[in-house]
């Protein structure tokens, strides 16, 4: 009788031990990864940074490709796509210089901008974006014309960073400063 229940237990135990080992990783579904991220920027002037200074844009794309582009409205936006991780850097400057023939007749101006951006990625399983951050910033001043000068050396607008993934390849990760935002 011993013996039997032994025998018993022992294949009771090797039973749970197969239905353990059918449990495994193989049977769990895949897990959805990031196909592609979306970086957006929207900086908003105010009005005496365009009747005073030409602003350029310049920028490098996730690609590595060098860009530039003038900035001639109050508000300038731009969507730049990330489909291969981990990216190159990105970089983003406004340069000003002082407009040709540009008079300053007022005592005082109004410089400075609104800032907005917004990092998305999209996953393999679902075409609705999943947000990983957005950032809002005023950044405004009251400027007497004698300091112009000096405003035109900053260094202002400046944005750098690289996009790679997560181990599992399910999220994104943002690798980088954003000094002067």
Sequence with gaps: MKTTKTFLLGCAIAL????????SDDDKEPQA???KAKYT???ELQADELAIFDLTAKYTD????????PV????WEKTFECEEFPSKNFSLKIVR??????ELTKEM???GYTYTD???YFLSDSAAPVLLERTNRDDKMDMEKDAIADYLKLDDYVISFTFNLTEEKNHVVKIGTTPNI
């Design 118 to 120: 917004e990092i998305n």
């Design 97 to 102: 210089t002082l407009k040709s023939g540009v």
């Design 72 to 75: 001639t409205t109050k508000k």
């Design 62 to 69: 996730f690609a590595g490709n060098i860009q530039t582009e």
């Design 41 to 43: 920027i929207t900086i």
């Design 33 to 35: 990864t990031v196909t």
């Design 109 to 111: 101006y109004n410089f």
């Design 16 to 23: 749970f031990g197969l239905g353990a080992a059918s449990c």
